[in-house]
């Protein structure tokens, strides 16, 4: 029951940002949690200054939204039902990240191309400012940066004896800062970013050639720098290479240690599948391993996401994951050789479209119908899965998303390729459309 409610309140999410835009959400609905179905009436819960902003204004929508998804009227209750009448709760408030528990030193496999950059981090966790700081780590999309990051943030809030940690992507940064401008709210949002022990700020590269809000991570930088406290950035490129910043802020980023992580060798790609079968109890043959393991050799995300096909095909086809299914898979979705680049982001979209047979402007709408959320699920996974692009790159070529739409819609297609077969052949036949356009 408890995983029916779940999954019904990811959809309803899913509906309700689709209807009152991605911003929106993101600052005064995402927060909110479902607590229970009683009866006819959805209860819902939150911070209390949002959830009672929530219920003062997006009462109707939420209403909306779960019947679309449940097909019947329900009431909305709010657990601070009885609270005072509410104001709106802080913009930097509202907007901040919450770690992902399933991300911890633990889950991370350490290997050749990636032990000073694990090593850094767990330092930095156990001992704040006392280590490298600040701490840069860099390096291409996929490789366990994020991972990183939100493993600082879960240890520290373990066991750092009540230190305050705080994780944003950069983009999240933004959204914030310019939320709190058009709020007129900046102290608060200075309050929520320089008050803190521990700052982790995800693909700092997503601030270049963004004036305002490079300023004001120069100051919040400083002030928290100044002020004691430890700072955690990653990039795809190093300080040096982030040209599109200013040359005063390369600077602080180059000012502590500075560290990469490279590709897996193949030893560590082993290693990665392992865990990953074993925290999913996936039965899987070791040739099946091996055989994943030597076709795919760009990132952790490309690995795991072969395992995930493999799975979905044994499903399907109602066979054991051994070595011959594992090519069987692979072929199915065959990498992209040297001499022929990965489709584009626009390339999967139009294949996209060709196969459910809908135009460029619904895919990119704003319409909420099951077929073509669906369809825009896949062309965000296959943009996620084919291209090097991070998430708030690809969520701007949909129509300027936030990019935990399309974390959530790559979240959703991983979960249907391994319980609905349909969802495979959807998958292999845009991404065939798509590698044939190029």
């Not at 350490?110 to 000073?116: A, D, K, Q």
């Not at 004036?211 to 795809?236: C, K, P, W």
Request: charged letters at 20%; one cysteine or more.
């Amino acid at each position: 029951m408890a995983d029916n409610l779940d999954h019904s309140w990811e959809q309803i999410r899913l509906a309700l940002r689709n209807s009152v835009g991605d911003r929106t959400f993101e600052l005064w609905l995402a927060p909110l949690r479902c607590v229970c179905l009683d009866g006819e009436t959805l209860v819902l819960d939150g911070p209390p200054e949002v959830a009672a902003w929530a219920r003062a204004r997006y009462a109707a929508a939420v209403r909306s939204a779960a019947a679309d998804v449940l097909a019947h009227d329900v009431a909305v209750s709010f657990a601070c039902e009885q609270s005072p009448a509410p104001r709106p709760p802080s913009v930097a408030q509202s907007a901040l990240a919450t770690p992902n528990p399933k991300y911890t030193f633990e889950q991370f496999v350490i290997g050749t191309s990636n032990r000073l950059a694990h090593a850094a981090a767990l330092a930095v966790a156990e001992m704040p400012t006392q280590a490298y700081n600040p701490l840069f780590i860099y390096g291409p999309p996929g490789l366990g940066k994020t991972h990183l990051l939100h493993a600082i943030a879960n240890y520290v809030e373990s066991f750092g004896g009540g230190l305050d940690v705080r994780y944003a992507t950069a983009e999240q940064f933004t959204n914030a800062f310019l939320a709190a401008l058009t709020a007129r709210d900046t102290e608060a949002f200075k309050a929520q970013f320089r008050s803190v022990d521990i700052l982790l700020i995800d693909d700092i590269q997503f601030l270049e050639r963004k004036a305002r809000s490079e300023e004001e991570m120069f100051h919040t930088f400083n002030a928290l720098y100044e002020g004691g406290a430890q700072i955690v950035v990653t990039s795809d490129r190093t300080p040096a290479d982030l040209s599109g910043l200013e040359a005063r802020l390369r600077e602080r980023f180059a000012a502590g240690l500075v560290t990469d992580i490279a590709s897996p060798d193949r030893a560590t790609r082993l290693a990665i599948l392992r865990k990953r079968a074993d925290f999913d109890d996936i039965t899987i043959d070791d040739d099946a391993l091996l055989v994943i393991a030597d076709a795919v050799t760009t990132n952790v995300r490309a690995l795991e996401g072969a395992l995930i096909r493999a799975v979905a095909l044994a499903s399907l086809e109602r066979r054991p994951i051994t070595a011959p299914l594992a090519h069987d898979s692979l072929a199915r979705h065959a990498q992209p050789t040297a001499a022929a680049p990965p489709p584009t982001i626009p390339a999967i979209q139009t294949a996209t479209c060709q196969h459910f047979g809908i135009s460029q402007a619904a895919l990119l709408s704003r319409s909420r119908g099951a077929a073509l959320v669906w369809a825009r699920q896949v062309a965000m996974y296959l943009a996620r899965e084919l291209t090097d692009e991070s998430l708030p790159s690809i969520a701007r070529e949909f129509a300027g998303r936030d990019h935990t739409t399309v974390l959530h819609a790559y979240r959703r297609v991983t979960s249907e390729l391994v319980h609905n077969p349909t969802a495979l052949a959807d998958i292999d036949a845009v991404t065939r459309l798509a590698r044939a356009a190029r």
